[in-house]
């Protein structure tokens, strides 16, 4: 017999904290308002979602890691906007930022969810944030929610295993 797990969309009871990237806030402030927005549609009380901000994209996977490790908050998602100029700062801004997201996600007990929008263009960007593309900023909300969901259902396996009686092997 296959076991299906898959996470709920409710909120309610969460405390998620936001990271949100004051530059590109034309963008930004459209991603926070998509996932406010998601959370608040999924029962989470408004009271209980922190919104953290920081200058830039670069900052956030810091930020963020040091959010989770508090262990006040039930995820955290990282929300901002890098947009490629003529330079190569895009590429490594963009990438160490992803990274770092992964590395915050990977080092703590809770959901840390990479919501940046990466785009070539100005217009790619408004797209992504809540025009033609959606909004990513209500979908990063909603992986968060998913995510919380089955880290918690994942750690009540592990309780439930570890207070199952152990089979005793044979001489």
Known sequence: MTWIHEGKLDGEGLKPAIVVSRFNSFITGKLLDGA???LERHNVNTDDIDVFWVPGAWEIPALALRVADTGIFDC????????RG???????VSSESAKGVAQA?????VPVIYGVVTADTVEQAVDRAGTKSGNKGFDAAMTALEMTALYDHVSNLESSSEEAPQEEEGD
């Open 36 to 38: 406010l927005d998601c």
């Open 86 to 92: 003529e330079t190569p700062h895009f590429e490594y």
């Open 76 to 83: 955290v998602i990282c929300l901002g906007a890098v947009i």
């Open 105 to 109: 996600a990977m080092l703590t007990d």
